[in-house]
């Protein structure tokens, strides 16, 4: 048997496994992004009561706020509100449908009857199994890349936001 012969050989269990191995670890990529979110979401609120304290602190001491500090508070307000919006965006549960049908998300199969899903799912052969398990990797594919791009725009902000607020608060 030729090399290349052997090479195509594939082990069944391996033709299950691998996508579902796929699947598995985009959910828990998926996971973390959203454990990631949570924690810029923390941090967040510690910066906005840090900013809210040094607004007391001011108004209480000069009895009113002139506004060039109003200004650069506001502007660091809506810095947080940015970086706290993208951090909801990763968490907001994606609820939609996703873009190819995927008989093994959730809410294609909660559309079905009981029976329908059974019916369906003992009518799969072992070839169109792999297909729907490959499938369901890709829409988690899909879900991750979105969820990740908004968690990276949310650590942009937070940062940003970390900076020019920590900047207010110590020349205020």
């Known amino acids: 048997m030729s090399e290349e012969a052997k090479d195509k050989l594939v082990d069944p269990k391996i033709i299950v496994d691998f996508p579902k191995y796929i699947a598995t670890s985009i959910s828990d990529q998926i996971k973390q992004a959203d454990t990631k979110a949570l924690g810029t979401i923390g941090i967040i609120s510690i910066i906005t009561g840090a900013l809210l304290s040094r607004l ?11 506004n060039i500090w109003l200004v650069l508070f506001v502007v660091s307000v809506v810095l947080i509100l940015l970086a706290l919006k993208a951090a909801v965006v990763v968490v907001y549960p994606r609820l939609t449908k996703p873009k190819k049908e995927d008989l093994t998300y959730f809410g294609d199969i909660a559309n079905l009857t009981k029976d329908e899903f059974v019916t369906w799912g003992k009518g799969l052969g072992t070839n169109e199994i792999v297909h729907e398990t490959y499938k369901n990797a890709y829409n988690l594919a899909q879900i991750a890349d979105k969820k990740y791009a908004a968690l990276r725009r949310a650590m942009f902000f937070t940062v940003f936001a970390i900076m020019w607020t920590v900047s207010v608060i110590l020349y205020s």
């Open 56 to 66: 007391s602190v001011i108004k209480s001491n000069t009895g009113e706020i002139n």
